[in-house]
């Protein structure tokens, strides 16, 4: 049975870092393109970061230079770390697994949410001051 547990939500002031994790069992991340999505009640998912299989980083215009997403294939776990946070990152935030090729358009306009497999039940992230 694979799940996706997603942690590290909190509330925190604009400008300040956050860590989310998302610890995957009965699924290898590294097999597969891994990323972090978030939805704001009314809005549309959208893709914030993604890494290959290989471990290249894809990110948003709305996280590049801001967020960082890496990954640890020792204890199966995918990390995004967001610096100098904005009122407009608060949503549910969600960390997903899909095939390889889904990563090409994660973060763009092409993105499609429904290419990815499995998905973690979302942790809360509120910037507000």
């Known amino acids: 049975q694979v799940q996706l547990v997603e942690s590290g939500g909190d509330s925190v002031h604009p400008g300040g870092s956050l860590r989310l994790s998302c610890a995957a069992s009965?699924?290898?991340?590294?097999?597969?393109?891994t990323g972090w999505f978030r939805q704001v009640p009314g809005k549309e998912r959208e893709g914030v970061a993604g890494?290959?299989?290989?471990?290249?980083?894809i990110y948003a215009d709305s996280a590049r230079g801001r967020f960082s997403i890496s990954r640890d294939d020792a204890e199966n776990t995918l990390y995004l770390q967001m610096n100098d946070l904005k009122p407009e990152d608060t949503a549910m935030y969600y960390c997903?697994?899909?095939?390889?090729?889904?990563?090409?358009?994660?973060?763009?306009?092409?993105?499609?949410?429904?290419?990815?497999?499995?998905w973690g039940q979302g942790t809360q992230v509120t910037v507000s001051s």
């Open positions: 997903a697994a899909g095939p390889r090729w889904a990563c090409s358009a994660l973060g763009t306009s092409r993105e499609r949410p429904d290419e990815f497999d499995y």
């Open positions: 009965g699924y290898t991340l590294a097999d597969r393109c």
């Open positions: 890494i290959t299989h290989f471990g290249g980083g």
